[in-house]
């Protein structure tokens, strides 16, 4: 009996260690498919023609992320951390279906301020009014960075309503790199008027 436990227990263990992997190496390949920059185009470079080429094959890394569901989300906020434009709209979509704003809003009062940053992120990839007035409080953030990439995020957004606060910002942040990012956010709000 001792010795059809362990066999049960390796077997187990064994078949739980290769569902595991094999989650892994589907997410990992997932990874790869949705966000298009890590592939290297014929001159070796990252580039987007791959997945430009198979959006039939974004949708179905897409589909199995959100079949994936929450273990997928922290991974798509590290994704945001380091993604382009193009991809922005495609992970915030992602996050909004798989877990809500209303999760990464809770995550921008945390005491820690590389969870602000993450949550500033997730709010901004998820966009609309509701993101905005949420990453507009967060320029009074004790973190630089967190006021640095809020003001990125808001130019991005593109949305009037933050015109007054980014402007407040950019004259009263003690900061110089803040001050930097409130002026090119403004740049982006308001085209063509100098701040």
């Not at 929450?70 to 945001?80: I, K, M, Q, R």
């Not at 382009?84 to 709209?89: A, D, F, L, M, N």
């Not at 004790?142 to 407040?168: F, N």
Request: aromatic fraction near 6%; include cysteine; glycine fraction near 8%.
């Amino acid at each position: 009996m001792n010795g059809s436990f362990r066999l049960n227990f390796m077997r187990s263990s064994i078949s739980e260690h290769a569902v595991v992997w094999a989650c892994f190496s589907l997410l990992l390949l997932c990874y790869h498919l949705i966000f298009k920059d890590f592939f290297p185009n014929k001159h070796g470079l990252l580039g987007h023609d791959f997945m430009l080429a198979s959006p039939a094959l974004r949708q179905q890394a897409t589909d199995l992320l959100t079949k994936m569901g929450g273990s997928a989300v922290e991974l798509l906020v590290d994704v945001l951390l380091h993604s382009t434009s193009e991809i922005r709209p495609i992970v915030g979509s992602l996050l909004e279906r798989l877990a809500g704003m209303d999760r990464f809003l809770e995550n921008m009062a945390s005491m820690d301020p590389q969870q602000r940053l993450r949550a500033a992120e997730a709010v901004g990839a998820i966009g609309g009014p509701r993101a905005v007035d949420a990453i507009v409080g967060t320029l009074s953030d004790p973190d630089e960075r967190v006021r640095i990439r809020s003001l990125e995020l808001l130019g991005d957004l593109g949305d009037q309503r933050a015109i007054d606060v980014v402007r407040k910002s950019f004259l009263g942040d003690p900061v110089p790199e803040v001050v930097d990012a409130a002026k090119k956010a403004l740049a982006k709000l308001r085209p063509g008027e100098t701040a």
